[in-house]
């Protein structure tokens, strides 16, 4: 019987042990919880100094919505050689002109003349022979013109080759001494110019802050062959960018403006091919929000959506706070 009551009295100790344990533990992980939570906020604050992290609130803004497109300055030397042939095939055809005509006033006058009897029959048939063959020559040489015309339309369009085969023609001109030069922008699969539209701005390395006007000329005949975007000609003057340069384009979509902000250029980070910035929560911690479109406007990053005017963004130092972030995660080799 004392045998039981002892076992019983053991029992009970060992349960008030555990209780006891478990207190501890528990108020051992909240000041731990606490601890860290305090080392956080404090580290939080060490870093935004010592790393030189600023901020600035994001201010509301209004843009127009404006497509992205890719194009490359055009090549000259296949519209000179248009222009070289074309113009060496009018040459001809005014050669051959000259001839027929010459050749006709001959026949009449041969014909009169054998009609009196004054040339022979032969005389008469070899003046014949030669209208024949000057006028064969006047129509080969309007089909040579008829078939440069057409192949160039195919590549060029209508207004381009009209430029381009014209003498003294102003717009080619301005072509050909450097003045201006021929972009060929290609736009996104399934996207169309809008109507009307007849300028827009382009830049060779991506600035939109920098850009310069470019006016319409025509549609390219041929879509791209990679993507099927549709394809136009734009003339620009102001800078003289190398045949073959790719250039970016900007093209307006209507008349109306969204609404939203501008995040600066220097906010933006980049994690796994994805556009980031941080942004400064009330509590003074730093949080991570993704960007999910690069509309580029003249100061920077326009985004109609995900941000609200007043918003603190970090504009200097960004790349830290990602480095410290991708750090965090990486498993410490003291919980291994």
């Known amino acids: 019987m004392a045998h039981f009551q002892n076992m019983q009295l053991l029992i009970q100790l060992t349960y008030l042990s555990l209780i006891l344990i478990s207190s501890l533990s528990y108020a051992a992980t909240d000041d731990n919880d606490e601890r860290a939570e305090q080392e956080n906020t404090h580290s939080t604050e060490s870093l935004q100094q010592t790393a030189g992290i600023k901020t600035q609130r994001l201010q509301a803004t209004s843009q127009q919505s404006e497509l992205t497109a890719q194009g490359l300055v055009s090549n000259l030397e296949p519209l000179l050689m248009l222009r070289q042939q074309y113009l060496s095939a009018q040459a001809q055809q005014d050669s051959a002109q000259a001839r027929y005509q010459e050749a006709n006033i001959n026949l009449s006058r041969t014909k009169n003349l054998h009609q009196q009897d004054i040339v022979s029959s032969r005389r008469l048939q070899e003046q014949q022979a030669q ?72 830049d060779a390395h991506g600035r939109r802050e920098q850009a310069i006007t ?34 970016q384009a900007w093209i307006p979509l209507g008349t109306e403006k969204n609404s939203g902000v501008i995040i600066p250029e220097t ?5 796994l091919g994805q556009a980031f910035v941080f942004i400064k929560a009330e509590d003074g911690t730093f949080k991570r929000r993704p960007l999910p479109a690069l509309n580029q406007s003249e100061t920077g990053y326009f985004a ?12 200097t130092g960004a790349q830290t706070l990602l480095s410290q972030e991708l750090k965090a995660l990486i498993p410490s080799e003291d919980n291994d």
């Open 131 to 202: 209208w024949q063959n000057d006028k064969a020559n006047l129509a080969a040489s309007s089909y040579q013109q008829q078939t440069i015309m057409a192949a160039s339309r195919l590549q060029w369009g209508d207004k381009l080759t009209n430029w381009f085969t014209q003498n003294n023609n102003q717009q080619a001109e301005q072509f050909l001494n450097h003045s201006a030069q021929l972009l060929q922008i290609t736009l996104p699969a399934n996207t169309h110019l809008p109507d009307g539209l007849q300028a827009i701005a382009v």
């Open 214 to 247: 470019a006016t319409l000329i025509s549609a390219a005949p041929q879509v791209d062959p990679i993507t099927q975007g549709e394809r136009y000609f734009f003339k620009s003057e102001g800078q003289k960018l190398a045949y073959g340069a790719h250039i």
């Open 267 to 271: 906010a933006v980070v980049w994690h």
């Open 304 to 315: 109609a959506s995900g941000f609200t005017p007043a918003e603190e963004i970090v504009t």
